[in-house]
């Protein structure tokens, strides 16, 4: 029989992106909570500029990947709850590029929009405009990387029974080199330092995982089918 | 050897004699370790009486470490050979590991407060020392997550192989960021920089370490294999 | 066509477990194929296990499966269509997108008309626009078989269908039921499993677990 590759990467796409539009509050939920958080730290900080600016960047850092981890962590609950996953594994194309696939539009449709919140934020929090510029480069960067393990995270908790907060547990730890080398070239920046080379060893960091992570998420989705 | 020990029942007649015994070994040593290490060993001319800490800390975070990777090569034999015992080892392993690591950070922060002055520092070794802590924490979580608990298994031998990445970290970060925590003075390619009276009561402290984690991880693998049964019996009556 | 007739499939000292649990022990099966097997079982006996360990959902422990002349698993996936009890359709599409997209990962064309088709020989056309979680558990089901009636189907080697019945009303099961006798025509294979007494089709096997 025939089969048209063209048209499984065009009925992935678009089954990704109508089911992203249609849970659009989840997207309403992520920025709602990164407000929240960015409200939060100056009330317990304390108003002082000096201060406030010590961690200002790092305030705007934690409220992303806290805002993000939530919905990270669901990345295949539904699907793997009202049989998609079965299907996925039933197409011909390899289960490891349709979950590449799919955390591309992840990323693309669900965390990219969210740069934009960057400069607001940092504008709320007087960020210089150069560092805005690199936080925006490191955030587009370094959450595809962040998307990818909470692929595996998510993955590996299939199945779970409901309720339990392991994922978050799990993306922590693997996301620290991210973290590392992303405040590295921050602080590269401010010092005057060329923040290239660490920002090298994030790409570095993100291609690893972008051959890792489908391996691994593929293998552990399809123990979670047989199960 | 292994193949032959991997049959549970054959495992439980091989350890049944030698169990007592080992049991025996741990407590000799251990014994002796200590009185060696508070008694009998030298003050460091820097840090004084403090340093008789080490004599715990050490063997602590090395078999906090080297239970991990025990774990990882059992995950590894579970996952490529699917053998069900390789699965009860790691889980078996798996509490002592994590009950290592949280008393090598403890013990860490009490030889860190007199010396560094300070009860926590976020140097690359502590910090690598407390990620392992919360591997031990996610392996044990995800493997009980699960309704059936044996659906566990999979996904945390997963977890645990990729988990064995931060190991070498942990190991080597001393080189790599060379920060307040002394550097590895035991294993370096020069021979030992460790005063010799000091080494001694070390050395034996590690054996007592080892034949004691031999001893625990044998009654919880005991422990594991007889829920098991008591499982398997449950689903022949139902 | 005529080398599809030879083709068979059989089990051969099949052991299973699930978890713990032994589910089969040295099990031998022959399908008659072409042709209907009926699956009967006592609950829990393991029928729905049966159906996705020959999918490749389950692992067996040991034993052969020849699935058509030890075709390779790849070749296999797409040779067949596992129907599971519950719907495995998504709640945030409607039943048209969701039977587009579905044909669209099997590699098949996808247009509006065939799925018009489709859903229209089994009576649920005017439903095409309701987002699944707002269908009742019959039109699900229905939207679930209309999977076998595309053209494409109908080519494949095997259908694996898990109590097709189940919520269907009697227009759906004379329906399903003209469908199955028309893929059995063309030489396909039926695996079904059933707790029905009665049974229409004239060339069929009973297999008991």
């Known amino acids: 029989m025939k089969i048209n590759f063209k048209n499984i990467l065009i009925a992935l796409i678009e089954k990704e992106f109508k089911s992203y539009l249609r849970s659009i509050n989840n997207f309403m939920n992520m920025i709602v909570f990164m407000i929240a958080i960015i409200i939060l730290f100056p009330l317990t900080v304390g108003p002082s500029e000096e201060k406030l600016t010590l961690v200002s960047n790092a305030i705007v850092w934690i409220a992303l990947i806290v805002s993000i981890i939530p919905t990270l962590d669901k990345i295949y609950i539904s699907d793997f709850k009202n049989g998609w996953l079965e299907q996925y594994y039933y197409s011909p194309l390899l289960l490891e590029i349709i979950i590449l696939i799919k955390c591309f539009v992840f990323w693309f449709f669900l965390i990219i929009p969210l740069t934009i919140f960057i400069p607001i934020f940092s504008i709320l929090l007087n960020i210089p405009f150069l560092i805005i510029f690199w936080n925006i480069i490191i955030f587009a960067i370094g959450s595809l990387g962040f998307c990818l393990i909470g692929s595996i995270c998510s993955s590996l908790t299939l199945g779970t029974k409901s309720n339990n907060l392991i994922s978050p547990l799990l993306i922590l730890p693997l996301a620290i080199p991210i973290f590392i080398f992303g405040n590295g070239v921050v602080e590269a920046v401010k010092s005057n330092y060329d923040p290239l080379p660490n920002l090298y060893l994030l790409i570095t960091v993100c291609l690893i995982l972008l051959i890792i992570s489908p391996l691994i998420s593929a293998y552990s989705i399809k123990i979670a089918l047989t199960k | 050897m292994i193949n032959y020990l991997a049959n ?19 407590f000799l040593f251990i014994f002796i370790g200590l009185y060696l290490s508070l008694f009998n060993s030298p003050e460091d001319y820097q840090q004084g009486d403090t340093v008789r800490i080490m004599y715990i800390h050490v063997p602590f975070a090395w078999f906090a470490s080297f239970l991990y990777f025990s774990i990882s090569i059992a995950s590894i034999f579970f996952l490529i050979w699917k053998h ?7 889980r078996s392993i798996a509490p002592l590991g994590l009950i290592f690591s949280i008393l090598t950070i403890l013990t860490g922060s009490l030889w860190g407060k007199p010396m560094w002055g300070t009860w926590w520092v976020w140097d690359a070794r502590l910090t690598s020392m407390l990620i392992l802590c919360i591997f031990y924490f996610a392996y044990i979580g995800i493997s009980n997550a699960f309704p059936r608990k044996i659906d566990g298994s999979k996904p945390a031998a997963i977890l645990a192989i990729v988990g064995m990445v931060n190991l ?29 009276e000091m080494l001694l009561p070390l050395v034996i402290m590690l054996l007592g370490f080892l034949f004691m984690s031999i001893f625990i991880i044998l009654i919880n693998i005991k422990t594991n294999l007889i829920y098991k049964k008591y499982q398997s019996e449950i689903l022949k009556l139902g | 066509m005529t080398s599809r007739l030879k083709d068979n499939m059989i089990l051969k000292n099949i052991s299973l ?13 022959e399908f008659l194929c072409p042709g209907l097997n009926i699956i009967k079982g006592e609950n829990g006996s393991g029928k729905t296990s049966l159906l996705m360990m020959i999918s490749t959902l389950l692992q067996e422990d040991r034993g052969t499966i020849i699935r058509f002349g030890k ?12 129907i599971k009890q519950n719907s495995s359709l998504s709640d945030e599409l409607t039943i048209e997108e969701n039977l587009k997209i579905w044909c669209g990962l099997k590699g098949w064309d996808f247009n509006t008309d065939k799925i ?12 095409k626009n309701f987002l699944v979680s707002e269908c009742s558990s019959g039109i699900k089901k229905k939207a679930e078989l209309s999977k076998l009636n595309f053209d494409e189907s109908f080519k494949l080697k095997c259908w694996l269908l898990d109590e097709p019945l189940n919520h269907l009303d009697e227009n759906g099961k004379l329906f399903l039921k003209k469908i199955m006798d028309k893929f059995i025509n063309m030489n396909g294979t039926i695996l079904q499993t059933s707790h029905e007494k009665k049974i229409n089709h004239k060339n069929f096997k009973i297999i008991k677990l």
């Open chain 2, 84 to 90: 069900p015992f390789a699965d009860i080892i790691a």
């Open chain 3, 71 to 82: 075709l390779k698993k790849n070749d296999w996936l797409n040779e067949h269509i596992l």
């Open chain 2, 168 to 196: 070498p970290i942990i190991k080597f970060s001393v080189d790599w960021w060379n920060t307040l925590h002394q550097p590895a003075s035991i294993i370096r390619f020069d021979g030992p920089s460790i005063n010799q």
């Open chain 3, 17 to 29: 477990t699930r978890g713990l649990k032994t589910i089969f022990s040295s099990l031998n099966i």
């Open chain 3, 116 to 127: 018009e088709k489709s859903l229209k020989n089994f009576g649920i056309l005017k439903y």
């Open chain 2, 8 to 26: 549970p029942n054959r495992f439980l007649n091989f350890i049944k004699p030698i169990e007592f015994s080992i049991g025996v070994f741990s």
